[in-house]
Every structure is written in C-alpha cells, then in structure tokens.
C-alpha cells in the first residue's frame, strides 16, 4: 500500500488525527506554561510573550501548528461522515467499549472548539501578535478576563475542551497501536490526569484573574 492508498484508508486517518492530535495536545501544554507566566506579573508575561513571538523555532512552529489544526479538523469531519453513512454514529475509535458521552460527542465538542478558537485568535492572538501600539500583552489578557462574558465563554470552551480530550486522548494512542490491556490502563490515568490539568489551569488562571485584577 503506497503513501496516498494509505492516507486514504480509515486506518490510515486514524492514524493521523492521532498524529495531529498528539501534537496538538503538545501544544496546549506549552501554552499553559506560557500563561502561567500572568501570576508573575506583567513583566515576566510580556517577556515570555515576547521569547515565543521572535523565537525563530516557535515561529516555525506556529506554522506547522496552523497545518495540525486544519488536517485534524478535515479528517474530523470526513472520519465522522464515514462513520455516520457506514455504522452509524460512531466516532473514529477502534473498540466499542470506547463509544461514551465523550466519543459520541467528539464531532460536536470539535465544532464548539473550533468555534472558541476563533474567537481566541480574534481576541488575543492578532491583538497580541500585529497590534503594535496596543496595550502591552499581559493588560490585553487581563482586560479580557475582566469581562464576565468573556469569562464565561473561556470556562465553558474548556470545559467542552476536557470532554473532548477524555475520548482524544485514549483514541490517539489507541490508533497508534498502544492497545494491551496493562499498557491501556496506564495510557487512559495519564489521559485523564492530562486533560484534568489542562482544562482545569486554563480555566483557574481566567478565574483568579477574572476576581482579583484591579
């Protein structure tokens, strides 16, 4: 079977969205890191802001980024639309013992996601990256997490977020072969203590700040 035969199986994109979703995941813990930084004021946020935005490495890597994200989202939808007119509505895991809220729910959280994304790059990352007379990136972020809407809205996306990565994160592994019953075990508590620390950071930095910036 070629490169192009492959792509074009389940398996094969199965495969990868578990790539992409992997590296996106990789990704969240990264940006967690880097916003971890507001607790340290607005000098220490700036700077590592600004690390991120010269770094020719990171640079790049916004790039490849944008790619992950728009193949993950295309084999999404064509996975789940495979899936609806062959089994049913069943997402793209290999076992039904993996068919949960979360599974079944994947395409919707998807969409939900996609749609926090672009309000988060419309309210923060174009501000922050193109806007060079504007506030200084930590007062961009704080502001935001001021408006109780907006607040709101970041909570919620992240929590419809962990939901997501509850299924994601096994099912990626999953595709990659990482099956056996001891090692799956395993795979599945680093699964949920990874998303339970990503969602729930992300959400409890909008929250402190939401209640004590000035």
């Known amino acids: 079977m070629n490169q192009y035969n492959f792509i074009q199986s389940s398996i094969g994109q199965k495969v990868v969205m578990a790539t992409t979703g992997i590296f996106l995941m990789s990704f969240l813990l990264i940006h967690l890191s880097v916003n971890l930084f507001l607790f340290y004021g607005e000098e220490a946020f700036n700077n590592a802001v600004f690390f991120m935005r010269k770094n020719i490495f ?20 064509k996975l789940h639309l ?7 509505k069943v997402d793209y895991s290999l076992k039904k013992s993996f068919i949960t809220f979360s599974s079944r729910t994947m395409i919707y959280t998807g969409f939900l996601i996609l749609c926090f994304l672009i309000l988060h790059l419309m309210n923060f990352t174009i501000p922050m990256k193109y806007n060079s007379n504007a506030n200084s990136d930590y007062i961009i972020v704080i502001t935001l997490f001021k408006n109780p809407l907006y607040t709101l809205i970041y909570v919620f996306s992240f929590l419809v977020l962990g939901i997501h990565l509850n299924h994601g994160f096994q ?18 508590k680093l699964g949920f203590f990874y998303f339970l620390f990503v969602c729930s950071g992300f959400s409890i930095i909008a929250i402190w700040f939401f209640f004590n910036s000035n």
């Open 82 to 88: 495979k899936n609806e007119k062959s089994k049913g």
């Open 171 to 188: 099912s990626s592994f999953q595709s990659l072969g990482f099956y056996k019953k001891k090692k799956f075990f395993w795979i599945k």
């Open 58 to 77: 990171i640079r790049i890597l916004e790039y490849v980024l944008a790619l992950g994200f728009i193949v993950h989202i295309l084999f999404g939808i």
